[in-house]
């Protein structure tokens, strides 16, 4: 097995300061067991009592164990005692003219991130961050201007989830019908962060998700987005399983050592051969490539021709991304004439060519605008300086 990729990134321990408490958001099975065996309660009980609390918390969104009707009167007192089950706090939350939802969440030590939701007819798209800030400075992303401060905990990643469930008003209530509409769909890991450095506890969380007595989002609801860390593609098969989308951006290792500097790791090749085994480990049924369509860089009908033929053999894919602009961003978007020649060259070549429509362009909630509210303004108080 390939060797964890590490940062020298801090991730806060789920201690909190409060009481001594610990936060059983974001606990695996195997970790809540622990926990309860920690705290006395007997290991003939522990697995029973472990389904007890997870279907109370990831089904039916429970956040007072008072209100854990199936636990005796004393033991909820003593879970109490312990333990809390706290989610990031939502600072603000803005809603774009299209009804995007872009919420700023404060995590554990003052940090912020952005987390944005996207309904649409068929589905409603959640859009979660995996770290605060990004260590990849690609160069047309907003998010990478941010330096990277430090990894997400599994609680603050599945948390995302929970509080946007918590906005549409879509968990369950007793006694009443069960409605199988979902607003929230799908889990897009495309927001701040590269998920792929932050491995262990994007996997956590992902598995919370994808449990079928909680959320129960299905791996073919989740789609794990990297820039191409490539040690970590074939774990991302098969201890997630979920669908892998790929930022790419360009054809030849020279543009895309500027618009990706990953690449100068891990070139084009290297990452297409990790990517060729991917849907047979996965059992996924094909590979999105993501790529964003910057004028006069990326959008020549050539770069077309010489994007079809690096994917020949691996079923994919292809989104293509108008550039979203941002203030003092380095690129234009590419005119939308040469956008659909570029699609109808890959359309033609046999391959899903959609062109993602731009979304919350107004509240910068589009792709690639991800940046905290907190780090915008500390620039803009720089700028005035």
């Known amino acids: 097995m390939t060797a964890p ?106 940090h912020e991130v952005e987390t944005v939701y996207i309904p649409e007819e068929d589905r409603g798209t959640l859009c979660v961050s995996s770290q605060v800030g990004c260590t990849l400075t690609c160069s047309f992303c907003h998010t990478g201007t941010q330096k990277l401060v430090r990894n997400l905990t599994a609680g603050e990643i599945v948390g995302q989830v929970m509080l946007a469930r918590d906005d549409l008003g879509e968990w369950p209530v007793s006694g009443q019908p069960k409605d199988e509409t979902r607003l929230l769909s799908n889990v897009v890991l495309m927001g701040m962060g590269e998920p792929l450095y932050n491995f262990d506890a994007v996997r956590d969380a992902m598995r919370i998700v994808m ?16 820039s191409g860390v490539v040690p970590e593609i074939a774990r991302c098969a098969t201890e997630i399983g979920c669908l892998l989308a790929v930022s790419f951006h360009a054809t030849t290792d020279e543009v895309r050592d500027g618009l ?25 049924e094909r590979i999105t490539f993501e790529y964003v369509m910057l004028k006069d860089v990326n959008d020549s009908d050539a770069d077309a021709r010489r994007l079809v033929k690096l994917i020949a053999g691996i079923p994919a894919k292809i989104n293509l991304i108008p550039f979203n602009e ?38 910068m909630a589009a792709c690639g605008q991800l940046k905290s509210a907190t780090e915008r303004a500390r620039n803009a108080r720089r700028a005035e300086a």
């Open 260 to 284: 990706v500097p990953i690449n100068k790791k891990w070139n084009i090749e290297t990452l297409l051969a990790a990517l060729r085994d991917y849907p047979r480990l996965s059992n996924s």
């Open 211 to 226: 449990d079928g007595e909680g959320i129960a989002l299905s791996r073919r609801r989740i789609t794990l987005s990297t």
């Open 5 to 110: 990729i590490t940062q020298d990134v801090l991730t806060i321990p789920r201690r909190l300061p409060e009481g001594g408490r610990t936060n059983l958001i974001g606990l695996t099975r195997d970790g809540l067991r622990d926990a309860l065996l920690a705290i006395g309660t007997p290991e003939r009980q522990a697995k029973m009592r472990v389904g007890q609390i997870w279907q109370w918390v990831y089904h039916w969104g429970v956040r007072d164990f008072a209100a854990m009707t199936n636990l005796a009167k004393d033991y909820r007192a003593l879970l109490a005692e312990h333990f809390v089950l706290e989610l990031p706090q939502v600072v603000s939350r803005q809603v774009s003219a299209d009804g995007t939802r872009k919420y700023l969440v404060r995590i554990a030590g003052g």
């Open 326 to 363: 941002w203030p003092g961003a380095p690129y234009q978007r590419s005119d939308w004439e040469r956008i659909e020649a570029f699609a109808d060259i890959i359309y033609k070549a046999g391959y899903a060519s959609p062109i993602r429509t731009p979304r919350g362009e107004d509240i």
